[in-house]
């Protein structure tokens, strides 16, 4: 029986979901309505395309975690303790929507993470990308550098403890985090930034 409604959020999951089960590059907008019972035509009702559609999902899941970072009061703590309780909320989010994790992995690896979605999440990301942009002077590598490197493993890891490759304690997530802080450390050997490698590696 076909919906008679149904509103952009629910595509959005919808999409999201395909995604993470078939795999971006098998997404199709047949199917997508298929699913939500409604024509193909009225998905492009709201998305007048399929790279509209895609970043329209990747901006949801980026303001869904960044409301979960909103919980950090990055005012009361120091540099090194916001970022880890910045990551623990990060990791917990897309460990528990792993559909959100395959999806966002995926987006960020593909040709439809164009230069203007990324600016676009100056708004999707506003809180994160604020707290960037207050401390990039504090990182003394590229900032860039950082995040990206920060990001993608922590994908990663989400991915694999959403399929129950990896497990998920919170002793594993206190292992997962200081594998990625000590790894960046490592890298950072090669710059003349002593501030930034003792940070990295748990100094206070």
Sequence with gaps: MRKQTIDAGQILE??????AREGLENLSTRRIAKECGISEGS?????????????????HVDRQVDAQLKQV???LF?????????????FGYFTSHGDHAKFYSQFRHSSFYTRDVMRGQTESFAFFNHFVELNKSAILIRSEVFWEFVIDTTLNLAVNVADGKFPDSPKDRERYFT??????????GNFPTPPCRAFLLGAT
């Design 179 to 188: 594998l990625i802080a000590k790894g960046m450390g490592g890298a950072a």
């Design 73 to 75: 009061d990055v005012k």
């Design 43 to 59: 998905i492009f009702h709201y998305f007048h395309s399929k790279p509209e559609l895609l970043a329209a999902c990747f901006y």
């Design 14 to 19: 919808i999409t999201i979901a395909q995604t």
């Design 78 to 90: 120091s540099l090194r303790r916001n970022i880890r309780e910045l990551w623990f909320l990060y």
